[in-house]
């Protein structure tokens, strides 16, 4: 079924920001290995105005200090957001080239901070540069840029490997396939191939937009894993740093801890008594947390942690994020991770 419309339809009507921040699709080697290529908005713009891939009208705009998306940090959330707000009302759509190894966490936020977005916003990059022999950059960036030009689209997704995705459901779950990305728990919005099929019965009817781009602490949110053999100790010497407000734990199964560790216990029972807002997401990849399925998972429902569904890492740990950033306390947090704010859980 063909339900986009053609390239030429869109390159009639549409235009499209391409807003450039890193990652692989815009690197070049090196003798230590990949890295970002300065001016490399132009490259794009003279390699799409060749004309060979038929994509909607468009405007490059490179970010200053295009990194690797291994240094992002809560800042470039804000820094991406800032831009595409800035030219919100000149273009229909905006594509965010991004590294790929981060790109779920800048999705996410983006999710959250553009909260009612009535524009496509799709992030893409690739695993291969454009400049190197097979790469994948031009597929990726025509699919986007064309889904970027379907006004229908009103969130904030993932365009890679042939598949489109809700940005704050998926995860990076492959390091050496096109196909890198995947959303576990929400099906494809799109599938992308001979034709590209949106699933629009799957896309977020999104409330009044209100934006909100606060400024970040980075050292706000931390992740703490169970493992076997978890330390209290270690847990209290990194939840001893004032600057941390907020933990997105990973517990085990359905949101299981390792209860029988009563000291490890008390340490997070005194955090959260001192204001620290934790939230527990699964270590699993498919389903999510439902506290107190086990008794070793409702300490955690009385020690006060609240469970995130089946978000991802990245969803609650961005969602945190901007949440403590914009001044909530934790009753608004709790009610708000209860919920679905931009479809980022059941
Ligand atoms: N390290 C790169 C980045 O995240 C990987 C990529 O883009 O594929 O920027």
Not at 105 to 114: E, G, Q
Request: glycine fraction near 8%; include cysteine.
């Amino acid at each position: 079924m063909i339900d986009v419309p053609t390239a030429d339809q869109y390159t009639m009507t549409s235009r499209v920001l391409l807003l450039h921040s890193g990652g692989t699709i815009g690197m070049c080697p090196s003798p230590e290995g990949y890295r970002p290529l300065e001016g490399f908005g132009k490259l794009l713009q003279q390699t799409l105005d060749k004309g060979t891939a038929a994509v909607p009208d468009f405007d490059v705009v490179e970010l200053d200090n295009l990194i690797d998306s291994s240094n992002l940090q809560p800042a470039h959330w804000s820094r991406i957001a800032d831009e595409l707000l800035e030219r919100w009302d000149s273009f229909d759509g905006f594509v965010v080239l991004h590294g790929t190894d981060t790109m779920a966490y800048t999705a996410s936020a983006l999710s959250f901070m553009l909260h009612g977005t009535d524009k496509p916003v799709i992030l893409t990059g690739s695993q291969i540069p454009l400049v190197e022999q097979r790469s994948d950059t031009i597929e990726n960036l025509q699919a986007a840029m064309l889904l970027a030009a379907d006004t229908s689209i009103r969130e904030v997704c993932v365009c890679f490997g042939r598949r489109l995705l809700r940005g704050n459901r998926c995860s990076k779950l492959r390091t050496r396939s096109f196909d890198a990305f995947d959303s576990p728990n929400y099906p494809w919005l799109a599938d992308i191939g001979i034709d590209i099929h949106v699933h629009r019965e799957r896309l977020l009817t999104p409330p009044a937009p209100s934006f909100a781009v606060p400024e970040f602490d980075p050292a706000a949110v931390v992740v703490l894993q169970f493992y076997p053999g978890i330390q209290a100790r270690m847990v209290e010497a990194i939840l001893a740093d004032s600057a941390v407000r907020g933990v997105v734990l990973r517990s085990y199964g359905v949101g299981n801890a390792p209860d029988a560790n009563e000291a490890l216990m008390k340490v997070l029972a005194h955090a959260v008594e001192r204001g620290v807002v934790m939230v527990s997401t699964s270590q699993c990849i498919t389903g999510g947390v439902t506290q107190g399925a086990y008794a070793s998972g409702a300490m955690l429902d009385r020690i006060g942690v609240v469970p995130a569904s089946d978000m991802t890492l990245e969803a609650a740990f961005t969602k945190l994020h901007v949440l403590l950033a914009s001044g909530k306390d934790g009753v608004q947090i709790r009610q708000q991770f209860a919920k679905a704010s931009a479809g980022e859980c059941q």
